[in-house]
């Protein structure tokens, strides 16, 4: 289990740029492409009355204006990661994912 910095690295490196936001304010004026995640949940396994299994959950979505882009495919072949919806606003495509890390 690595920590939200970890995270935040990793999908630095998939994107390939610094355009990777956590949480980001209203405010923040976004450029694209890029990924933006938040925590929302996480995974629990019990045996024997004690924990043995832990993971957070992040929403991970990947915005870009090209239809066509590879940076989807990247983040689906990080491990424990589960694809969600797609949608278009604003003609900008929206990929969705569910990672536990």
């Known amino acids: 289990m690595g920590t939200r910095l970890e995270l935040h690295a990793v999908l630095v490196e998939v994107l390939g740029s610094d355009h990777v ?3 980001p304010p209203e405010t923040l004026k976004i450029e694209y492409p890029c ?3 938040n925590r929302t949940s ?3 396994r019990f ?3 004690s924990m043995y299994y832990y993971r957070k959950r992040y929403e991970i ?3 870009d204006k ?3 882009t590879e940076i989807p495919d990247k983040v689906a072949a990080l491990p424990f990661c589960i694809h969600d919806r797609n949608y ?3 003609n900008l495509n ?3 994912y569910k990672l536990y890390y």
Do not use: G, K, L, S
Request: hydrophobic share 40%; net charge negative; glycine share 0%.
């Open 88 to 90: 278009t606003a604003d």
């Open 42 to 44: 996480e995974m629990n």
């Open 61 to 63: 979505t990947v915005i």
């Open 66 to 68: 090209d239809p066509d």
């Open 35 to 37: 990924i933006i995640y």
């Open 94 to 96: 929206h990929y969705i």
């Open 21 to 23: 936001y956590f949480q």
């Open 47 to 49: 045996a024997n009355d």
